[in-house]
């Protein structure tokens, strides 16, 4: 029967040279870190398509770039727990994976607020639509004054009655 090896068992002792109090990375860590760094940097590219893309006035890409975001910032959410612990590392420190953290959130931030704003304009439009369509809605059109401008619908009519 083949024994298991686990991460803990492979960190050892820390190298010469290192801090004590930091753990000492595996291979795969340092390939998760490695990794998380490069997602961060797809998931910026990602959020700065999509603002250039909405200041541009092309909104179809909004929907496009969803699942890419969402699969994206998923991602980064699963693996924290695996790259958190060494924060403080040196391989961290060279990385600028804090810097990279900031920008990633500053780019969230500018993201969340346009959406929020396209949000609020197009309940404002959909609001100003009702007003129009319940207007419309009381047999007929009327003026500013409440007379009568266009002619009674009859309301024993079918539309889809054929003549």
Avoid: C
């Avoid at 959020?47 to 092309?58: F, M, Q, T, V």
């Amino acid at each position: 029967m083949m024994s298991r090896t686990f991460r803990f068992g492979q960190r050892g002792s820390t190298p010469e040279g290192e801090a004590t109090d930091q753990p000492a990375l595996t291979t795969q860590d340092e390939e998760n870190i490695h990794a998380y760094v490069a997602k961060i940097h797809d998931t910026i590219d990602v959020l700065n398509r999509e603002i250039d893309a909405i200041k541009a006035g092309d909104l179809d890409v909004v929907s496009a770039i969803f699942e890419e975001k969402s699969r994206a910032l998923k991602w980064l959410e699963l693996q924290t727990p695996l790259v958190e612990p060494f924060i403080d590392h040196p391989i961290m420190t060279e990385l600028e994976v804090k810097r990279h953290l900031k920008h990633l959130k500053s780019a969230i931030e500018e993201d969340s607020a346009i959406l929020s704003r396209m949000a609020v304009a197009a309940r404002t439009i959909l609001r100003e639509v009702k007003k129009i369509s319940n207007r419309n809605d009381l047999d007929g059109n009327y003026g500013k004054m409440g007379q009568r401008v266009s002619g009674v619908a009859d309301k024993n009519m079918r539309v889809d009655q054929k003549f």
